[in-house]
């Protein structure tokens, strides 16, 4: 009897048609009446090589046929000011793909992404460093989202010279975005089925402000019995991440820590050009390259059309899924990570030398 009942217990998983086979497609998506209808997403390029990995994402789109259409503006980080008919189009198409937009480093202009975000009220980033298959890392098992505030801060911009010699900047701190950027690092565990929230500060030292932040999440996690809550001090969490990242699941932070810990966490999970991330309002969502954003490349790159397009493709799924378009999200993330898992079309950065198009062409191919 014994033997009998091995013997079909053998049959049972080694038949394709088993009941205990995975299924080939997932319980099907049903959309709302309407919802096939295409979306207007405004497009910004952005300065170095951000034509080149936008227009990476609009091949692959018209491959896929995805009921996106872009509205394309042309931005330069050297404006004064981001242009008001570029603003008028977010606002009113909701989403936003962009590109890098070079920020000026000491004097110049301020920061068009921070523009941006403070006019939009785009108050959360999020970005998901994790370890994709076929790229070799020093940790395994990383996945952590990492929740910065993105409108106050170190980034406030609020700098003044009080006499020659002496410039004082201002790290302005509030208890209305520190509980909402809580709330929304708490509701993305939530609907995530992530376990654990981490807040980041430095309480130690900036008492008042990182404390008020400090209090704010911990109201917060209160509502969410169910979500672990813990706090780590920003330079012991560096420690920590670069020596066991995979203790971290959702880390909520404020502006200028989260800038820090995305990049750092981007780097130990396999490098910021194969990272996805977005930023998200109440109203409105830009999606660009989840970790150093504001990176536009090098001239030699540029000049040999030989950027990294995955961490844009990435986000592009992230922003289809936001469109409530999961399965083109779903095919174009399948795709984008058979060719990174295959591993015969790579950019420079992870260890190949193909250009963004010879990549782009791979993706296509993948999609089928």
């Known amino acids: 009897m014994a033997k009998r009942s091995v013997s079909i217990l053998t049959r049972l998983l080694t038949n394709p048609s088993s009941p205990f086979t995975a299924p080939t497609r997932s319980i099907t998506y049903m959309p709302r009446p309407g919802d096939g209808a295409p979306r207007t997403v405004t497009l910004i390029p952005g300065d170095g090589i951000g034509p080149l990995v936008t227009g990476a994402v609009e091949q692959v789109f018209e491959a896929m046929h995805a009921p996106v259409h872009f509205e394309r503006y042309e931005v330069r980080g050297h404006m004064r000011k981001v242009p008001e008919e570029v603003m008028e189009s977010v606002k009113r198409n909701k989403v936003c793909l962009k590109g890098g937009l070079a920020t000026p480093v000491g004097g110049g202009v301020s920061s068009l992404n921070m523009q941006l975000r403070k006019e939009l009220d785009i108050f959360a980033s999020l970005v998901n460093c994790i370890n994709v298959p076929g790229l070799v890392t020093r940790h395994e098992n990383v996945d952590i989202v990492v929740i910065r505030e993105n409108t106050e801060g170190e980034y406030a911009g609020l700098e003044h ?13 509030t208890k209305y975005c520190s509980e909402r950027i809580a709330r929304y690092a708490f ?11 981490t807040a980041v500060h430095k309480a130690n030292i900036m008492k008042l402000a990182d404390g008020l932040f400090l209090e704010s999440c911990r109201e917060v996690a209160k509502a969410y019995p169910g979500i672990t809550y813990n706090e780590i ?4 969490c560096c420690m920590q991440l670069v020596a066991k990242p995979e203790q971290f699941d959702v880390m909520v932070t404020p502006n200028l820590y989260g800038n820090l810990i995305a990049n750092t966490a981007a780097g130990i999970a396999g490098g910021t050009g194969v990272m996805p991330g977005g930023n998200v309002g109440a109203e409105h969502a830009i999606f660009e390259q989840g970790a150093s954003a504001g990176n536009v490349g090098n001239d030699k790159i540029v000049e040999q059309k030989k ?7 990435l986000s592009s799924a992230m922003m289809l899924k936001h469109l409530q378009f999961p399965t083109f999200a779903d095919r174009l993330e399948i795709a984008v990570k058979q060719v990174i898992q295959e591993g015969k079309w790579r950019t420079k950065d992870l260890g190949g030398d193909c250009t963004t198009q010879e990549v ?3 993706v296509i191919k993948a999609l089928d």
Do not use: F, W
């Not at 509701?187 to 929230?197: D, G, Q, T």
């Not at 001090?233 to 012991?236: L, M, S, Y």
């Open 187 to 197: 509701e993305h565990a939530y609907l995530n089925n992530r376990k654990k929230v």
């Open 161 to 173: 010279e009080v006499v020659p010699g002496v410039v004082e900047s201002l790290k302005v701190i």
């Open 360 to 362: 782009v062409d791979a």
């Open 233 to 236: 001090i920003v330079d012991n």
């Open 307 to 313: 950027a990294n397009p995955m961490a844009l493709l």
